[in-house]
């Protein structure tokens, strides 16, 4: 019987070895009263990529005025889309031309090297920096934006492709079309429907009336 409470520990060991043993690797990030670099990989090659196939220098720029091109917008990177080849090491300068905080933020890259599969660059205000990554093989299209509250749904979003990407995602501005787009469906009501006919009613009879007191007078 005094074997049991043994096994069981026993057992809670080994799982919690396991699960720290499969843990992924803690992401080196930098910080100073600039900004953050988070995830950056300069070295390390993805499982699929044998060797880097080209490096190339890449610079990203953010801020309001880059959102002018695009209506209804109000932030947005100087590009929407980036294509590069597998295996590519990329150079990143990321520039914010604002006063207000923005981010560079890549989703869906392999965990083992970008832990919560995401890189991520940003800035307080003014200013740049730099960092690199090494980007997988896979044929895929990459998620980019400035995940601060409401920067990507006004317009900070766009997609990095790789070997071509597998597709366009959603709502990137200037480029696809979104999920759902926004309605603004009128809600007919009596109330709304009784409205409406008696403006058209006034608008009709108005003119009409004055026109008629202007005649009438001598
Ligand atoms: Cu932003």
């Known amino acids: 019987m005094k074997l049991f409470p043994l096994f069981f520990a026993m057992m809670l060991l080994f799982c919690s070895a396991h699960v720290v043993a499969n ?36 610079t990203i720029r953010a801020g309001r005025k880059h959102a002018l091109k695009l209506n209804g917008k109000m932030y ?17 300068t990321f520039i914010n031309d604002d006063q207000i905080r923005h981010q560079l933020m890549i989703h869906g890259l392999p965990g083992y090297l970008y832990p919560e ?6 800035l307080n205000g003014e200013g740049s ?40 995602l959603p709502s990137i501005p200037g480029l696809s ?8 469906w009128v809600d007919w009501s009596h109330a709304t429907v009784a409205i409406l006919l008696l403006c058209v009613v ?17």
């Open 23 to 58: 843990m992924p690797t803690a992401g080196n990030m930098s910080m100073d009263e600039k900004g953050m670099i988070m995830n950056a990989n300069p070295d390390q090659l993805p499982r699929d990529c044998p060797q880097i196939s080209e490096t190339i220098a890449l």
């Open 76 to 92: 947005a990177f100087d590009q929407q889309e980036w294509r590069v080849k597998p295996c590519t090491k990329i150079n990143i």
């Open 117 to 122: 599969g995401m890189f991520h660059l940003e």
């Open 129 to 168: 920096l730099q960092a690199s990554l090494i980007l997988p093989a896979l044929k895929k299209t990459y998620l980019v934006h400035c995940e601060l509250p409401q920067h990507a749904e006004k317009g900070m979003k766009a997609q990095l492709k790789v070997d071509g990407g597998d597709g366009d």
């Open 177 to 184: 079309a979104a999920i759902k787009t926004d309605r603004y």
């Open 202 to 218: 006034i608008g009709a009879t108005l003119p009409w009336l004055v026109i008629r007191l202007k005649k009438s007078k001598p």
